[in-house]
């Protein structure tokens, strides 16, 4: 059985890979992630827009999958598991307390508090069908294909930037299961809490470079 993707991105292995620049907005991947029948009629992803008031670009959010996972490490209910294979599955309804720990300690947001049912669900790539070999709702209805399940092979035929799974954030790296599509030759992406970037200095970069 194809039990999905591999931490070093093997050759053969079949990774998940987000691709912003190809995101269209057209919350296909939303729509289908909420057809999923382990929590049907509720989608498990967003999309977010970049530069808000600067630009319509979105990009689709979903869980980044963490080697070490902040969201199960501050949880006291020790509700969030992380499967052999590394898919860190969303809450589990009878550990639950709600707290919210999880949301406002991942790095990315992924995490969301329902409170009618009062529990943490987030996006566990659809671990029903990918550890069956199957690729998850989002990526296989994405038409731009900002969203992709497969191999390093196809990933490297196809696009001309480079997949990047190592994110550092206050000085602290974190690696993940799913990989960001970044320019050729980018090996990570750095956050830095102590540098104040303007709107301008946006504009400025982009026609320059």
Known sequence: MDRGLKWNG???????YIDPSRCIGCNACVQACAECETHAGVP?????????GDSVQTTPVIC????EPACAMVCPADAIKRTDDGVVQSSLKP????????VYACPFGVPKYDAKIDQMMKCDMCYDRTSA???PMCATVCPSQALFFGTPEEIAEQRGGT?????????RTIQTKVF??????THKLEVR????????DLAASARTN
Do not use: W, Y
Request: charged content about 20%.
């Open 10 to 16: 093997m050759a053969g292995e079949r990774n998940f």
């Open 44 to 52: 498990m992803i967003h999309l977010e827009t970049v530069m808000r």
């Open 64 to 67: 980044m999958h963490c080697l």
């Open 95 to 102: 550990r639950c307390i709600g707290c919210t720990n999880c």
């Open 133 to 135: 070999g199957k690729k």
């Open 163 to 171: 997949p990047v799974n190592t994110f550092v954030f206050g000085g």
């Open 180 to 185: 960001l599509m970044m320019p050729k030759g």
């Open 193 to 200: 809490s102590d540098i104040q970037i303007r709107k301008s």
